[in-house]
Nanobody, 127 residues
Framework: QVQLVESGGGLVQAGGSLRISCAAS????????MAWFSQAPGKEREFVAT????????YYADSVKGRFTISRDNAKNTVSLQMNSLKPEDTAIYYC????????????????????WGQGTQVTVSS
């Protein structure tokens, strides 16, 4: 079955940078749209960024646009999220998600669009 394992979370000061990654197995990675979601304590899980199968189409939540960059390596079955200019409000558990797609350029932003999820990695930004 599909397995997604996040890594790279940690504690960083406001204004700093962090790169988190997700290693996928049990799937043909290039057939899957990938995404990152975040969930802060007491809040619902929300969309952060998504990337199409071919990596050429990306979409970001307004709150992270210009600060975060999603990328994928189809040869290594990994998707990453480079987070710059981090703010305390970015503190959350970050989840990797995957869904198959017949389109090379499609992407999806809703939580219900994704059936496969990782366990999450904690990102804490101190002020």
């Amino acid at each position: 079955q599909v397995q997604l394992v996040e890594s790279g979370g940690g504690l960083v000061q406001a204004g700093g940078s962090l790169r988190i990654s997700c290693a996928a197995s049990g799937l043909t990675f290039s057939n899957y749209v990938m995404a990152w979601f975040s969930q802060a304590p007491g809040k619902e899980r929300e969309f952060v960024a998504t990337i199409s199968r071919n990596g050429l189409s990306t979409y970001y939540a307004d709150s992270v646009k210009g600060r975060f960059t999603i990328s994928r390596d189809n040869a290594k079955n990994t998707v990453s999220l480079q987070m710059n200019s981090l703010k305390p409000e970015d503190t959350a558990i970050y989840y990797c998600a995957a869904r198959p797609s017949s389109s090379w350029s499609a992407y999806y932003t809703g939580t219900t669009a994704y059936k496969s999820w990782g366990q999450g990695t904690q990102v804490t930004v101190s002020s």
